[in-house]
């Protein structure tokens, strides 16, 4: 397995457009993670799913196969027309147009707020590419997810180390790092994930934890976590 593997494919630039990027990202099988949270739900047509960072669809596919409202975004166009592809086979290629779009995670403006049950953002946030995205990124998804509606999260460490020559913290850029082929990423460890959340309203519903995958030539840490929209406070006469 290559260091420029991440669980979606938000990232913009060449690399998410190469044909060989989205066949490898379509190629993986459905978040085990994702499936177990499935079960919880027992009206499936009635329980939106926003897929952040669809890249080729592998989840966004189970998704629709279970029944789900699913809705799928991703900025790269190659990622997004592979995705439509898949999903159109089982709901048509009109549903599939509507449904799998191009898209920023800063940006959900195409979604109401307290809208969605569930946000998976796997390998997504950590493509931001400032501060600013950053913290764009999660006030959205906090935004369009219902009272506590669910955030599933994967995101790398900083104590990743892809290639075997270590990672690079970006002058004045704080969390960013170089030494992903994928180009630099906003990297964090557990704790300061769950206080990132915690500014908007989102708390961990399990521990938050790290799982170690090997690469090619080194390692990533990955920080997998599930939050849950806080209930808004009642309002006083």
Known sequence: MGDSSTEGGVGEGPFW???????????RAPD???????????????????????AGGRNTVVLAERGFDVHALDTSSAMVEHTRCRVAALLGPDEAARRVRVG????????????????VALGVYHNAQSRHEWDRALAEAARVLKSHGRLLVANFSPRSDPTGRGLRRLPGQGHRYEGFTSGPLFLVEPDQLD????????????????????TDSGYRV????????????????
């Open 222 to 237: 990955t920080v997998n976590g599930l939050y849950q929209k806080a209930a808004a406070a009642p309002q006083r006469c």
């Open 32 to 54: 085990q993670r994702l499936l177990d949270l499935l079960a919880d739900y027992s009206d499936p047509q009635h329980t939106r799913v926003l897929d952040l960072g669809c």
């Open 195 to 214: 206080v990132e959340m915690s500014r908007h309203g989102l708390n961990p519903e399990v521990r938050t934890e790290t799982v170690t995958t090997p």
């Open 104 to 119: 920023r995670m800063d940006d959900l403006r195409a979604f109401e707020s307290a809208s969605v049950e569930l946000v």
């Open 17 to 27: 457009e190469r044909a060989e990027t989205v066949e490898a990202f379509a190629g």
